[in-house]
């Protein structure tokens, strides 16, 4: 799409801060006004359209697309978004460990136990650890506290999450991110050990790096953008 505006503002508004382009709202693809939750996250955006040269990429625009999913997407279905999340921990990465080789088993356990001891902490609970793919059943009480602190979050932080978990393949990963303040470089690398291993062992093409550095980035976006909502 050709860029057809010039000026970009920050408008406050009654749904937040929209975003006016020449002084007309912007629109999300169904047609509401894109209004953000904090003065912090409509600057981010606005920069995006900012930074457009003579046509509108939204590929370069990803703090715009999600707000955009969060406006289309996820205020209309709230609560089942929030539990399509929630049910990573069922599974959660970092429940499920190596058996084997003795160095492997110990890189896991250097990086995810402090993930599970913060989750320990932090909402009370208890995870069954296990060795090898066969899958393992989480206390309920567990599961139902971790639904309950996802859900506790409006649909803008939920769509930033739902990267951060979906990326990671850990309810635990995002939530460490988004609530207990860990360094989303360093979630990051944790759960990708085993892949980190693999390469280590046969080697890695281009096409898988580059593939490995897209999503990457996607979370370290996911986790600026999680940032901005809070304020």
């Known amino acids: 799409m050709k860029r057809f505006y010039k000026d970009v503002a920050v408008v406050p508004g009654d749904m937040g801060h929209e975003i006016q382009l020449d002084g007309r709202p912007v629109r999300t693809p169904a047609r509401a006004a894109l209004a ?6 409509a600057e981010a955006v606005a920069d995006e359209w900012r930074l457009q040269g003579e046509t509108v990429d939204p590929r370069t625009m990803p703090f715009t697309g ?22 990573y921990g069922t599974s959660d990465l970092l429940c499920y460990r190596a058996e084997g080789p003795v160095e492997l ?3 896991e356990a250097a990086a995810w136990d402090p993930l599970l001891d913060w989750a320990r902490r932090r909402y009370d ?19 139902e506290r971790l639904e309950g602190a996802v859900m506790a979050y409006d649909p803008f932080m939920l769509a930033g999450l739902s990267t951060l978990v979906t990326l990671s393949g850990s309810l635990v990963c995002g939530l460490a991110v ?8 360093t979630v990051w690398m ?12 046969w080697g890695e093409d281009a096409e ?14 996911a986790q600026r953008f999680c940032a901005l909502v809070s304020g």
């Open 66 to 87: 999600l707000a955009n999913g969060a406006i289309d997407q996820i205020t209309p279905n709230r609560d089942s978004f929030a539990a399509g999340i929630a049910r």
């Open 208 to 221: 898988a790096a580059a593939r490995s550095a897209r999503r990457r980035e996607e979370f370290a976006m």
């Open 125 to 143: 609970v208890t995870f069954r650890v296990t060795h090898g793919i066969i899958p393992v059943d989480q206390p309920s009480e567990t599961l």
């Open 105 to 107: 088993i110990g890189r």
């Open 178 to 185: 988004v609530e207990g303040g860990h360094d989303a470089d």
């Open 190 to 201: 944790a759960s990708e050990i085993d892949e980190a291993w693999e390469i280590e062992q």
């Open 36 to 41: 953000l939750p904090t003065v912090r996250l």
